[in-house]
């Protein structure tokens, strides 16, 4: 059985997704469920992009220790200077720095020869190599590259001191066949290239991500980069899940396997899309709410006999729960603790506190808790919370067939001070924005607003996500809260709140740039 490293990108790759802005709080929470997932390298950002990329780069490095951590890097001196900085207390630090390498892109967007480009490449590679024990070199648009140049630039970066050579389809383009014609091609045509570990990196335009991930396993590839849900730039990355049961449930085609802990995969992804803001489809492979139902009556009928009729994989492999109760009204503050550490929570005592508060609220208006509405509590208590620029004391909503609906809202002010705002809409939730912009004394344009339920049945959670514009940036938000008014007007605050935190990091970086 070949053993494929797992390559993480969803906080690099994954969080170019339009709409996707992590906080450095979520970043961290997100690293640690991956290292509980046992991926071997976890790609926390671009450290030289941003003060704040660069900071969350910097506490994952510092905290993360069973995986590997790295940073994306240019190939320029300042961008390995500033990656080294934000990795060197990392266990495992290693640097992926890259260049375009496809005629198209070295013509139009690099103005370079290929000379020039084999020059900068190696350059970076020796120049990394002083401070990184492992150095990453990609092609960007390997794919779209002549092969003949390929092998010769990969050759030379070897030589420079590079580990790992991916080969990314940087635009979705490629297709299973060819992806393997290009892996044994590098294999059979680079001489010293028993001296790197071959990695695959896909984007879906095509929707072949995964197909192009696997193809190219089977093609040399030792390494694998994707990202949970298959979130990322356009129509996404190769999907983890996808990748890693695939590989495990095929084993006896592909003879190679992850090593992940596959039972962490559904809280893995339900972490993502909680955080992100990208709910995953019902029809989703491997995580989808659907992925385990058998609907049709013959389908039924068959499980009931032999699940292996018409189930290939088990939902305990990859750690779906039949969504049990777990506690309930009379359950203590020792036993909502426990179930909370066995779902991985490790927050402080503070936000242990806050969570139990929200526990007991909700076990007076819901009968059974389960691990859903546990997971959504502690996600809410511990990483959903942006800094609170503006926080929600009281709400109330007057609505009827007959009359205008209307919101009272009292806030809490970033100076501190409170206030008390009412007005009309047309709906309960605009009444609500509508209070809610006079508060904030500024234009929120509502983007996007998606409302869904933590779990079955009338009395659960809800779940709002929004996406708003204000003070000329995009930021998502969410809200979770019994009542989906109250859950809409939290979402709404969250992601105003999160775009005040944004531009006080853009501001910092002005003052204090990092010369990108
Ligand atoms: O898709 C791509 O080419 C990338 C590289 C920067 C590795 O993400
Ligand atoms: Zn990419």
């Given amino acids: 059985m070949r053993k494929i490293n797992v390559f993480d990108t969803t906080l690099r790759d994954g969080e170019q997704s339009a709409g996707v802005n992590l906080n450095f709080q979520e970043k961290l929470e997100i690293a640690k469920q991956l290292e509980r997932l046992g991926v071997d390298i976890i790609e926390a950002g671009f450290p030289a992009s941003s003060q704040g990329d660069f900071a969350s780069v910097k506490a994952i490095a510092q905290t ?11 190939s320029l001196e300042r961008d390995i200077e500033t990656t080294w900085e934000a990795l060197k207390e990392s266990a495992e630090p290693r640097i992926h720095v890259f260049i375009a390498t496809s005629p198209i892109h070295m013509e139009y967007k690099l103005k370079m ?11 970076a590679v020796k120049k990394a190599k002083k401070t990184f024990p492992e150095v990453q070199w990609s092609a960007e648009d390997a794919s779209r590259t002549e092969l003949p140049f390929l092998a010769r630039i990969i050759r030379e970066v070897i030589d420079a001191g590079a580990t790992v050579i991916n080969l990314p389809d940087t635009v979705g383009y490629t297709t299973p066949y060819e992806i393997g014609q290009m892996f044994r091609y590098v294999t059979e045509n680079v001489p010293n290239i028993d001296r790197a570990i071959l990695s695959t990196h896909n984007h879906d335009d095509l929707g072949m991500a995964v197909a192009n991930s696997l193809a190219a396993i ?4 030792g390494q694998v980069e994707c990202t949970v849900n298959g979130i990322g730039e356009r129509a996404g990355n190769a999907s983890l899940e996808e ?8 084993q006896d085609h592909y003879k190679a396997d992850t090593g992940l802990t596959l039972k962490e995969i559904k809280r893995t992804s339900s972490l993502v899309s909680k955080l992100t803001g990208m709910v995953v489809p019902n029809n989703k492979a491997v995580v989808g709410a ?3 139902a058998h609907e049709s009556g013959i389908h039924q009928d068959g499980v009931l006999k032999n699940k292996e009729t018409y189930e290939i994989i088990t939902p305990e492999l990859v750690g779906v729960s039949s969504n049990r109760m777990v506690l309930g009204k009379h359950s203590g503050r020792h036993a909502f603790k426990e179930k909370l550490m066995e779902l991985g929570f490790n927050g402080t005592d503070e936000q242990l506190q806050k969570t139990f508060v929200a526990f007991k609220d909700l076990a007076d208006k819901k009968k059974d808790i389960t691990e859903e509405d546990l997971f959504a509590l502690m996600t809410e208590a511990t990483v959903g919370a942006a800094v609170a620029h503006y926080e929600l004391e009281t709400l109330q909503v007057n609505y009827g067939t007959t009359n205008i609906p209307t919101a009272t809202i009292t806030m809490k002010l970033p100076t501190g001070e409170t206030v008390q705002e009412a007005a009309t809409g047309s709906g309960s939730v605009e009444a609500i924005y509508n209070t809610l912009e006079r508060v904030i004394d500024e234009e929120v344009l509502l983007m996007d607003y998606r409302i869904q339920s933590t779990t079955a049945g009338r009395d659960s959670l809800a779940e709002v996500y929004v996406t708003v514009k204000y003070d000329g940036l995009e ?5 979770t809260a019994h009542d989906v008014l109250e859950a809409s007007a939290k ?26």
Avoid: D, W
């Avoid at 020869?113 to 350059?123: F, G, K, L, R, S």
């Avoid at 930021?475 to 809200?479: A, D, F, K, Q, Y």
């Fill in 491 to 516: 979402a709404y605050i969250n992601a105003v709140n999160r775009t005040i935190n944004r531009k006080q990091f853009n501001e910092q970086q002005r003052t204090n740039p990092l010369n990108v």
């Fill in 218 to 221: 089977q093609n040399g590839a």
């Fill in 290 to 292: 659907n992925a385990f």
């Fill in 113 to 123: 020869t290929p000379e020039q480009v084999i020059e900068n490449a190696v350059a």
């Fill in 64 to 74: 993360i220790k069973s995986s590997s951590i790295t940073g994306l890097s240019r």
């Fill in 475 to 479: 930021s998502s938000g969410r809200g």
């Fill in 243 to 250: 990748i890693a049961v695939a590989l495990n449930i095929r």
